[in-house]
Nanobody, 126 residues
């Protein structure tokens, strides 16, 4: 079992920046690829970004590429999502997730992530 706890969400104006974190406990963090997903009101949960076990490979949704950065610190059992140039359409609950399966490529499919955090709200105002 892996327990994931997100933190750092909040309210920010459009064009601003915000960083969210996800701290893991329970198993060896470096054994898991990590992903960030988000769900806006009335919409399905969507992939945002993913990072491999060592942190050397990342992948982003087109909608956030160039604005968001995913990173991890395995010594701190934490994955981060730095969000810059935020837009109102980035408003959502942000979830981190852990994938324990060794894959050729990072997955964007939520059903392939086994463990999930409770989510943290990010609201971007005009």
């Amino acid at each position: 079992q892996v327990q994931l706890v997100e933190s750092g969400g909040g309210l920010v104006q459009a064009g601003g920046s915000l960083s969210v974190s996800c701290t893991a406990s329970g198993r060896t963090f470096s054994n898991y690829a990590m992903g960030w997903f988000r769900q806006a009101p009335g919409k399905e949960r969507e992939f945002v970004a993913a990072i491999n076990r060592s942190g050397g490979i990342t992948y982003y949704a087109d909608s956030v590429k160039g604005r968001f950065t995913i990173s991890r610190d395995n010594a701190k059992n934490t994955v981060y999502l730095q969000m810059n140039s935020l837009k109102p359409e980035d408003t959502a609950v942000y979830y981190c997730a852990a994938d324990r399966v060794r894959r050729v490529r990072l997955t964007t499919t939520q059903y392939e992530y086994e463990y999930w955090g409770q989510g943290t709200q990010v609201t971007v105002s005009l």
